[in-house]
């Protein structure tokens, strides 16, 4: 849209409102550069409460996008989300769980 895109977002079938959101970056700047994130906040402001991700090159993190704004991004090493949404379509339940949460719902732990 004029003000931006994201990478992937899931949309409920039964409503056509967005259910977690994914912005892919390749970076590890982005974690201590998140207002460079200005299409991912302008889509957080327009759909409060959705689960959001950004994919890092090793950094993990979980921080707001601005001070007090109350809206959280989950930054996640690219390589950790690959091999938990592997994980995730390869469960008995896997397909309707990746699409519901995006992987998002997952404990990503790091060092």
């Not at 977690?20 to 970076?27: D, F």
């Not at 460079?36 to 957080?44: R, V």
């Not at 993190?61 to 809206?71: I, N, Q």
Request: charged content about 20%.
């Amino acid at each position: 849209w004029k003000k931006g895109e994201i990478d992937v977002v899931a949309v409920s079938p039964a409503t056509q409102r967005p259910q977690w959101a994914l912005e892919i970056k390749w970076s590890d700047r982005i974690v201590d550069h998140a207002e460079d994130l200005g299409a991912l906040t302008n889509f957080m402001t327009r759909h409060p409460g959705l689960a959001v991700a950004v994919t890092t090159r090793t950094r993990r993190d979980d921080h707001g996008l601005a001070a007090g704004s109350g809206r959280n991004v989950r930054f996640v090493p690219a390589p950790l989300y690959a091999y938990a949404a592997g994980y995730l379509s390869a469960r008995e339940d896997g397909a309707d769980y990746l699409l519901a949460t995006g992987g998002l719902a997952c404990g990503f732990v790091t060092g």
